[in-house]
């Protein structure tokens, strides 16, 4: 069975450019999270969606970033316009149930210029 | 005040070793509490998840928990290379978020 997969794995851009990141959870995992973890902080929650529909998007910073999930299917989350404090790695991790493990992807690192 | 706190390390350990890892929380409503272990470039994976107080033991691992101190532990017995990673300690609220520390890095020297 194939995990949670991210893409990209890395991405540079400059302060003021747009960046979208995916995330294909695992196949029958309705439950799909987005954490990041910026430089020499814990990983902190963004959101939780439940299959389509935003679930919990108290994590997000602030309304520079969307997220989306297309059919409640795969996920993107899209910065715009990127900050330097943006800049860190974004992990994906999806569930079966909110009660469930949550199973990470190998995340995306960003870094803003 | 952070609701998770973990030693960041780094931990340096021969190999064979006991290993202690340990993490502090805040809140007292907090009933599930997890470990997961990250390698380089890696996304973080489940290692243990005890509820509530007690012992929980798997192989060489064993997580404890004392909710009388908010405190939370994992044991790694005869440790190997392999198991340089980052650990990290984690929690989930009312809402099924994880709320982690920050991570211990561990290094265990042949």
């Known amino acids: 069975e194939a995990g949670v997969t991210q893409f990209p794995s890395h991405s540079v851009i400059e302060k003021g450019q747009t960046v979208t990141l995916r995330c294909d959870p695992i196949?029958?995992?309705?439950?799909l999270y987005w954490y990041r973890r910026v430089m020499g902080k814990e990983i902190k929650f963004l959101l939780h969606?439940?299959?389509?529909?935003?679930?919990?998007e108290s994590g997000m910073p602030n309304n520079r970033f969307l997220a989306e999930r297309t059919g409640g299917t795969y996920s993107t989350l899209k910065v715009q316009p990127a900050e330097l404090e943006d800049s860190g790695v974004y992990f994906c991790?999806?569930?079966?149930?909110?009660?469930?493990?949550?199973?990470f992807g190998p995340g995306t690192r960003l870094l803003v210029l | 005040q952070k609701e998770v706190e973990q030693d960041p390390g780094p931990l340096s350990v021969p190999e064979g070793a006991i290993v202690s890892l340990n993490c502090t929380y805040s809140?007292?409503?907090?009933?599930?509490f997890m470990w997961y272990r990250q390698y380089s470039r890696k996304g973080p994976e489940l290692l243990m998840y005890t509820y509530s107080s007690g012992n929980k033991e798997d192989g060489r691992f064993t997580a404890q928990v004392d909710k009388s101190s908010k405190y939370i532990s994992l044991f790694i017995r005869d440790s190997q290379p392999s198991d340089s990673a980052t650990y990290l300690c984690a929690t989930r609220d009312s809402s099924y978020k994880l709320i982690f520390g920050s991570g211990t890095r561990l290094l265990v020297r042949p």
């Open positions: 969606f439940v299959k389509e529909s935003k679930q919990d």
């Open positions: 809140n007292s409503a907090f009933q599930y």
């Open positions: 196949s029958g995992h309705d439950n």
């Open positions: 991790a999806s569930a079966t149930g909110a009660q469930e493990t949550q199973y």
